[in-house]
Structures are given as C-alpha cells and as structure tokens.
C-alpha cells in the first residue's frame, strides 16, 4: 500500500522559509513505515528543487514565487500577492510517478493557506483516478466549518485533531493505539529530503497556558512529552543520519513550568551527547523559567536566535490575557541569559 503525503504551496502576501517544515507529516511517514507502507512526501515548499536558493547558515532562505491574482476579499490590500513552492507543472510531474498512490493526506498548517489546498485537490483529481484524499492539520482543527464547507466533497475524510489513530483506523492499522499518544510518535522522518537544511523536531506537545490569544489548547488540548533519554537519542540519531547541525524546536512549552528540573536534565543530557549543533526557538520560550543554571545550559548548548515570549510591556494585560510572566520576569531571565554570555543582539 502506498500513501502519498503532501505539502501544499503557499498563498500569500510574504512568506519566507523560517524553518518551515511540515512536521506532522514527517512523523506520520515514520509511523506507516513502521506499519509497512509505501511512502512518498511531496513538499511543495523544499528548496532543493531550487539550488540557486542559497540558504543562510541557520538554514533558512527565501521561498520561490510568482505574482497571482489576489482574492476578492484581499483586492483593496496594496500589496503584491504571490504563490509560493515548486511550480504547478512540477506537482503535476511528481503527481504523475506515483499514480497508483492508495491514499492522499494533505495538510495545511495556517488557517488561511487554505488555497493551496484547493490548488492540490485539484491538480490531485486530474492525475490520480478515483483518489482517497485526506486532510489534516490546524487549517481543519481551527477552521472546521470551513474547511468542511470547501473540502468535504472533495476529499474521503477530513480530520479535526493532532490524534493520528483515527487516520491509522481509516487505514486498517491494528497497533495504532501505541501511536495516540505523542510521547509514543517515533523520529520525524528526513529521508525524504535531498539535502537537510534543518532538523525540526518537538520535546513536547501542547501547552499547560490557556492565554487568550492563543489556540493551542484547541489544536492539541493535553501537554505531553517525550521520554528524556528517547528524545536525546532521537536528536543524535537525526544528526548522525542527516548531518545538519541546525536543530529547530517547535515547542510551545519547551521549558517546563511545572518542573524545571526535566529541563535541567533534558538540556544536560543533550549537552553530554557533545555535538557539534546549534538550537532554535522560532515558536518562543517563557523568560519567567530563563534561571542562571538554564540559561548556561542554553548558552552551553550553542542555543541560537533566541526568541523570548513577551506578548506586552503591561503587567496589567498579563493579568487578562495569560498571567504568564511579568516584566520583573522578564528582565530577570535577560539579566541572566547575559550573565551566561548571550550578547543584547
């Protein structure tokens, strides 16, 4: 049986890849692996179909586009809107070698990417006969309705959850129970990839903050986590099999806020594997669990472009919106992260 997975290109204003990879298709190919399926990832965003795109160091780099027309609703926007990702000829190439796919998931990471979606659909009906398409990701968890409006005709099932078992259900998988979980999900998979950019990967999976702006708790309502000396394992196995020394954490609550002694741990145990990586937190890290003993270990650990969570300067809003941190939390976790030796910049 094979399963086609893809990700979409993207429609939109601006976009840039900033360690942009679609990491739940990435432990879904693992999983049907292990399952003994045949699988295919068509990234319509992956640069090495563009090597004049020369990435920066940290892996990150510009995405291909072209101009499109805008929208109705976005005309009055005075903004060039483009396309982005490989061209639709080259989707319909990769389409056509793999005809005889048993399954198509698609998915869609922001709520209003959604044309691409649309453009995948179709380019999907016109190559494959009779196709069993599928569709996730937080576009459908967020925008239900939406979604179930503009897609539920043309696809076999759309799923509203981060939960894999219902799709390994669809697809006759006995042991999916063991994958319900994500402390039981295996390595995202990167053989799919010519050339690695850049690791993404999670520790942990949700959020114990429910702040008001956030959909966190709707997307994956239960913070879970991996085994420490699994996820260690899992990170040098990423490196010695890709080689790539950028390592990008999508974490929500990468620092614990019920513990900060597994953080402790995590990031020693990391330390000890002596590799020679660098670290990214383009989701943000809380500063209020930034102590000395974490913020050496970070700087240790050749943590880089540190992004710090602080949604406003009022102690006031904190206190409606997220009561998450203050800003005496805030300038602490600075004073500390410069003790260890990260510069201002």
């Known amino acids: 049986m094979k399963v086609l997975l893809i990700n979409p290109p993207i429609y939109d204003f601006s976009a840039y890849d900033v360690w942009l990879k679609p990491l739940g298709l ?22 090495n ?27 009055n926007i005075p903004l060039k809107y483009k396309r982005y990702g490989i061209s ?61 409006c503009l897609f539920s005709n043309k696809t076999t099932k759309i799923f509203y959850t981060t939960d894999f078992s219902e799709l390994l259900d669809f697809l006759n998988i006995q042991h999916k129970k063991q994958y319900k979980n994500f402390a039981k999900f295996p390595p995202p998979d990167f053989s799919h990839y010519k050339k690695v950019y850049y690791i993404t990967t999670r520790f942990s999976y949700g959020c114990r903050y429910n702040c008001v702006y956030c959909g966190q708790k709707i997307i994956h309502p239960k913070y879970e986590t991996k085994d420490i000396e699994q996820f260690v394992n899992e990170i040098k196995f990423l490196y010695e099999t890709t080689k790539c020394q950028n390592f990008v954490f999508y974490d929500d609550e990468l620092l614990n806020s019920k513990d900060i002694t597994t953080t402790v741990e995590l990031f020693s145990k990391l330390l000890n594997l002596s590799l020679p990586i660098k670290f990214y937190t383009p989701n943000g890290i809380n500063p209020k669990f930034i102590t000395k003993e974490i913020a050496q270990l970070m700087y240790q650990l050749n943590f880089t472009d540190l992004r710090l969570s602080l949604e406003t300067i009022s102690d006031k809003v904190h206190k409606i919106v997220d009561r998450k941190l203050t800003i005496s939390d805030f300038e602490q976790a600075l004073n500390n992260l410069f003790l260890a030796g990260f510069k201002p910049s």
């Open 88 to 148: 639709q000829k080259d989707i319909y190439n990769l389409l056509s070698l793999h005809k005889d796919a048993n399954y198509i998931v698609i998915t869609c990471s922001t709520t209003y990417w959604y044309l691409g979606v649309r453009e995948i659909i179709n380019c999907v009906y016109e190559v494959i006969p009779k196709p069993k398409i599928f569709l996730g990701g937080i576009y459908p968890i967020l925008s239900f309705k939406h979604a179930s």
């Open 26 to 47: 990435l432990y879904l190919s693992n999983i049907l692996k292990s399952c003994g399926f045949e699988v295919v990832l068509i990234d319509c965003l992956d640069r």
């Open 49 to 75: 179909f563009f090597p004049h795109l020369i990435p920066k160091k940290d892996g990150t780099g510009k995405l291909p586009s072209v101009e499109v027309e805008k929208p109705e609703i976005l005309k």
